[in-house]
């Protein structure tokens, strides 16, 4: 197979030639292995490349599930794997090793997904732009060279976008699956809290923010990797509602009767969004009606949007101090000053002050939002917003340089829609519609209630039906 037939399937394409024959999971890898070389290497997108273990497992490979055996990569997040050491993107946990393999890890496997390498992210995955010092500098955006390719999942963005591969494994505590979908031009379904287990080594991630998934090309490549990974592993904290069924045939099925849709078109704080963004919103909107769906104006629910973000930054800076102490207790030594980048030090100092009580006040803000944004959507199905308040960022803009509290506020009237349904659990997906003149992307985001992942797999499948977004140009530096 040829790399250019390669990159022209998403994974389910590729999987049907694997299962007729046409095609071996050796023959996918190497056309993987020449695309990370030739793309992957010059956007900086990629970690501990393992070509030669790469071909190996593809080459004695037993197709299994329902990707059967097509290339795929793991996020540098700390995502247990036996075959490949993690980073966090950051100097301190340069070659993190592991002795066992997370249960996603398993179920990725399972699934018929091949990984070879790991995907490049921001440092202790806390940045919404993947520029770490320790990968070298900035990962590059193949829409636009000159912008952020969104964090922390930037480098499996960027591998998506690029034909790579056409699944790669991303995660999500405050927008990490969602901003580089929209920097990018790919799809990422943040799951419900609970619906894909992060353990054993933890039962949650970040209060429960974080979560784990994938982003893709296609919208039926995230329906079937969702049932692949989805389920409850016993002893995990959360659980999410039993799937209604197949995510995959929820995105097959044409017939279904019409939902409803709230636009919310302003921000908290009056936070400005640019014009393209509300322009996507609009124009998908419009689709979302022509499709034959009834579209509402809706005003914001009523939540403490500055009292949410200093929430969200007590449990990041937190966090912050749980991870460096514990590496710096495995590694024997005090925190140098190259250790980590500006943010996330200042973030250590920040969390080294802060109490229980603000730890729990925190959690319970959290739960809060969960409450007041459920209770605001009781007569409708789904939610649209901008992705993004603002354009991808231009590179620089939202580096880990700074204090800490200037950064979360910066990065508050960013993302200004994402983090929120984290606090809420619910699940979001990022659409990428709309595009500049430029050829910059310009997502919308959909979100809907608790474990109802399946209502926005099937509408995000019908916009994509109506308005394809795969062939757009790829640039190299």
Known sequence: MRTDEYEGQDG??????????????????ECALQLAEER??????????????????AGGWTERGLFRG??????????PSVRFPSSLGS??????????????????????????????VSELCMGPSTEARRNGGATLNPRALDRSVGG????????????IVPVAHGSDGGGSIRIPAACCGVFGLKPSRGRVPMGPARGEGWGGMACEGVLTRSVRDTAAAMD?????????????????????????????????IAVWRQAWNGIPIAPECLAA?????????ELGHEVVDAPLPDLDYSGFVRAHGTVLATNIVLAVQARLAIRGRELRDDDLEPVIRDGLSVGRELTATQYVDSINRFHAIGRAIESAMTDVDLVLTPTLAQLPAKLGDLALEGEFWAFREKVSRYATFLAVINASG???????LDWTESGVPVASQLFGHFGREDQILRLAAELERAAPWTGRQILLP
């Open 152 to 163: 922390s999942s930037g480098g499996a963005a960027v591998a998506v976008a690029a034909g």
């Open 12 to 29: 389910l394409a590729l999987a049907g030639l694997l299962a007729r024959g046409q095609v071996t999971p050796a023959e996918l890898m």
């Open 70 to 79: 097509i290339p795929f990569l793991l996020k540098d997040s700390g995502l």
């Open 40 to 57: 992957g290497a010059p956007l900086n997108a990629l970690t501990y490349v393992q070509p030669e273990a790469g071909r190996e497992l």
């Open 91 to 120: 100097a301190l946990f340069d070659d993190t090793e592991y002795a066992f393999d997370a249960t996603l890890a398993q179920r990725f496997e399972a699934s018929g997904l091949i990984p070879f390498a790991r995907t490049t």
């Open 426 to 432: 619910q699940p979001a997906a990022s659409l990428p």
């Open 228 to 260: 692949g990974i989805s389920g409850y592993a016993p002893g995990s904290p959360y659980a999410a509602p039993p799937a209604p069924g197949s995510y995959l045939d929820s995105v097959r099925e044409q017939r279904r009767e019409p939902l409803r």
């Open 281 to 289: 919103v609009e124009r998908t909107a419009r689709l979302c009606r």
